[in-house]
């Protein structure tokens, strides 16, 4: 990746270009003035100007998991600020599930170095299924300290979707201390509808990134959910979903959830917007699940270009496309013309592997004679099947065909 060092230090300047104000759905050419990382003034010079560029609120994922993009946040950061992207709600409940607590103060301290926005959340499902042997168990005596720290703003998906319904002490424990902190809950609960659907929202639990199908997303929104639309490295949903930005332009956000490097690389929730604009969706209510319905829910402090506000924006070229010539957070200047200003900061080491070497009788999966199960993957979907067939079988073992 292209990179220079962090020259610009200052969080004080001023640009002038057309503003666009997406909580007054409003664009007008203006001057802006910020101090300290604060907008200090905005004058209006009149209307939409063609020569100018655009400056927009910064892009917010509203959901993913830093671990799966295999970067360190800050290295994260480094690749996300050239996209526009200014902040993340971030969970951290991989690591979390190697580690525990400690994986968590990690993930915090390293995002600590850089001046780019994650918001972490407590996860409320390590391990994530009984069946796990990752290492680490998150009771509601760790949450509850988790909860205190710096950094934590919300409870993170609530995987446990069948422990919701059926009211497992457990998960309700940690749902009643969430809401003791007023602090807004995740939810994860693949194909739920109906009567389903509205206990789980009933339970306290806001949102879902998991609504493959329109009717599934419809449903939740019935119950008072929030929905993420996905468009990640594993799961891919916007095609499914995109009509609810025009219908529900308050109550839809955007997120990648697992985001690999190389698709961190090509671009991130800017992506996501510019192809949300060429379906033909106002410009508005794309800007306004991108880059502000997530302040809005989480209670985030991030700016919206108006003045009080932090400096957390994105110069752009033109609002079809939505290239980005700058990136600022917090007034600094953190991005240009496709070119990183974060240095890159080494990592500590937090962990280590230790494996004993395989052999191949380790891994053969013995055939019984018959039909077996298979799991049958699905494109974008995160979902699976089950296939019963008989494998094609070599040396006693099932083997691929």
């Known amino acids: 990746m292209p990179e220079t060092t962090l020259t610009n230090a200052s969080h004080s300047s001023s640009i002038t270009a057309n503003l666009v104000r997406v909580d007054a759905r409003r664009i007008f050419s203006a001057e802006l003035h910020w101090q300290g990382g604060i907008i200090v003034s905005i004058a209006e010079l009149g209307a939409e100007d063609a020569d100018l560029p655009y400056l927009i609120p910064g892009f917010i994922d ?61 996860p409320s499902c390590v391990p994530a299924t009984p069946f796990e042997s990752a290492g680490a168990c998150l009771a509601e005596k760790q949450l509850d300290a988790l909860f205190r720290v710096d950094g934590i703003r919300y409870l993170s998906e609530v995987m446990n979707y069948p422990g919701v319904l059926n009211g497992d002490p457990e998960i309700l424990a940690k749902l009643a201390l969430a809401k003791r902190y007023g602090y807004p809950i995740d939810g994860h609960a693949p194909g739920l509808n109906g009567d389903d659907a509205r206990r789980y929202a009933a339970a306290g639990i806001g949102t879902d990134h998991e609504c493959s199908t329109l009717p599934e997303a419809e449903a939740k929104l019935a119950a008072g959910m929030h929905i993420l639309i996905r468009e990640g490295s594993a799961a891919r949903n916007f095609s499914a979903l995109h009509t609810l930005i025009g219908r529900y332009p308050d109550r839809v956000m955007l997120c990648s959830d697992d985001k690999h490097p190389d698709d961190l690389q090509a671009g991130h929730i800017d992506r996501l917007a510019a192809k949300a604009i060429s379906l033909g969706h106002d410009v508005f209510d794309v800007l306004q699940c991108a880059c502000v319905n997530p302040i809005r829910h989480y209670g985030l402090p991030l700016g919206q270009l108006r003045v009080g506000d932090s400096m957390d924006a994105v110069l752009i070229g033109d609002l079809q496309n939505l290239k980005v010539i700058k990136t600022w957070i917090g007034g600094q200047l953190l991005a240009e013309q496709g070119l990183s200003l974060l240095p890159s900061i080494k990592p500590e080491i937090i962990n280590r592997f230790e494996a004993r070497k395989l052999q191949p009788d380790d891994i053969t999966i013995r055939y019984p004679g018959g039909n077996i199960k298979v799991i049958q993957a699905l494109d974008g979907e995160l979902l699976t099947r089950q296939l019963i067939v008989k494998p094609k079988v070599s040396a006693g073992g099932s083997v691929p065909d």
């Open 62 to 122: 509203a959901h993913v998991h830093i671990e799966s993009s295999m970067l360190t946040p800050c290295e994260f950061a480094r690749l996300a600020v050239r996209h526009g992207t200014v902040a993340t709600v971030s969970d951290p409940h991989e690591i979390a599930n190697v580690l525990g607590v400690a994986g968590v103060e990690y993930m915090l301290n390293n995002a600590s170095q850089t001046p780019f926005k994650f918001f972490f959340g407590a």
